[in-house]
């Protein structure tokens, strides 16, 4: 196993006499520093290589999700905890109970349908329990679900995989750990609304997209790449919004239908790895290559799948007029570029994705109620004021995602301005 722990902060606007291990973790955070640590484990039973970075530990905490596919390496890892620094730090709203933490993500090099994966991920836990109790707060991603992470944790002796945030609930673990119970007790049609609240505000952020554009959502296209809990929600909900869902891919190909597919005959019928059962299609649904998705004209593209989908090389056949992003880091740099330059806006991760990590944070910490309906209402609310933010701050041929940076800066200082009391005394753990 070996580690790095990152250098000196760089500049932020930070307000004067609170130069705190917070203030110093997001001046860290927001000047693309090196991450604070990266710790690299192999598995001796299989070879799997297996990373968590942190980002920042911002009141000694940083929180993100335990990914597992084939060829996951320690930079991915390292993106995805920046882009956590910063979904973490945009979602915040003076006076909100929750303040920013920073951003830690956990890779496995490994492929999640291998027999031998449950045991990886175990060791993977085992090997990085003394993270995951003490600064490190983690849930489900790609190739990993939340219930296999529950059952290892309690078989590792924790409460959950959010011990380390625990200990700062004024009102106590069990009055938090509570809170989640009931909250992943709550479902919308047959599905665990944990399972669907990160795709509600994927599809809530399209819709916020389409009418910044001055487009109507209703008869919108759609086409949506991966079909696990981010992109099979996503597809719920832009369908319930009234978009026709014309494209679903899967690990085995796209099912494609102009006049819209029956996404919640395919919802119930789906494994737990997301691939669409064939056997479920309609008669005017098609089967494509799996690639197809990189040409099919929407009005919407969502990458729900693997980070870096849409490369320079897709971005030039892309026939789309708005990209948002469900999957972490699913666009690279240069083909943001070229999208934004022909018109093309992408919305980033760190805002469109960040429904599953806030509602994470709301139900823990007490901030809405515990209904579905309180997280839809919640979810929508904020994702019309980031998108509609972002798109008003953004030149035309420009990225989004560079407004996005700007915002996440500024709500973190804001935070640090509301209490740099709390700030200052959260941890020591930033700085050392």
């Known amino acids: ?75 991915e890892v390292a993106d995805l905890a920046r882009a956590m620094t910063r979904k973490d730090a945009i979602a915040y709203r003076p006076g909100s109970r929750h303040l920013p933490v920073g951003g830690g993500k956990g890779g496995i090099d490994f492929d999640p349908l291998d027999e031998r994966a449950p045991g990886v991920l175990e060791r993977f836990m085992a090997a990085m329990r003394p993270l995951l109790t003490s600064c490190w707060a983690a849930g489900e991603d790609m190739g990993v679900r939340q219930d296999d992470l529950d059952q290892i944790a309690v078989r590792l002796g924790m409460r959950s995989t959010v011990d380390a945030a625990l200990a700062r609930l004024p009102d106590g673990p069990e009055a938090g750990l509570a809170r989640i119970a009931a909250g992943f007790a709550l479902t919308d049609r047959g599905i665990a609304l944990a399972e669907l609240i990160g795709g509600f505000g994927v599809a809530r952020a399209a ?28 597809a719920r909900y832009l369908a319930d919004a009234g978009l026709r869902v014309i494209g679903i891919a899967d690990v085995d190909g796209l099912v494609h239908n102009a006049g819209g597919l029956d996404v919640e005959r395919l919802l119930a019928r789906r494994d737990r790895f997301g691939r669409l059962d064939r056997t479920a299609l309609d008669a005017g649904d098609e089967l494509l290559d799996r690639e197809s998705w990189r040409t099919l004209h929407a009005d919407v593209l969502v990458p729900a799948a693997a980070s870096y989908a849409i490369d ?77 933010e972002a798109f008003e701050r953004t030149e035309p041929g420009r990225p989004l995602r ?29 700085a050392s």
């Open 207 to 234: 819709i916020a997209a389409l009418r910044e554009m001055g487009r109507d959502p209703e008869g919108a296209t759609a086409v949506v790449q991966g079909f696990g809990s981010m992109g099979g929600a996503t």
């Open 1 to 75: 196993m070996s580690a790095r722990a990152g250098g000196e902060p760089g500049a932020l606007c930070a307000p004067a006499g609170h130069d705190t291990p917070v203030a110093q973790s997001a001046r860290s955070a927001a000047a693309d520093e090196p991450p604070y640590m990266q710790v690299t484990w192999t598995d001796r039973e299989t070879g799997a290589r297996g990373h968590v970075v942190i980002d920042v530990l911002i009141g000694g905490l940083a929180a993100g999700g335990i990914r597992m596919r084939p060829g996951c390496s320690v930079q």
């Open 312 to 388: 320079e090389q897709t971005a030039q056949r892309l026939d789309v007029s708005v990209v948002v992003e469900a999957a972490n880091v699913a666009t690279a740099p240069e083909a943001e570029q070229l999208l934004a330059a022909r018109g093309t806006p992408v919305v980033c991760d760190f805002i469109a994705n960040l429904a599953t990590n806030a509602w994470w944070w709301w139900i823990l910490e007490g901030e809405i109620q515990l209904t579905c309906e309180a997280a839809f209402e919640r979810t929508d609310e904020l994702m019309r004021e980031l998108v509609g």
């Open 402 to 430: 560079a407004a996005g940076h700007a915002m996440a800066r500024e709500r973190m200082c804001a935070a640090i301005a509301y209490a740099p009391g709390e700030a200052s005394q959260a941890s020591g753990a930033a």
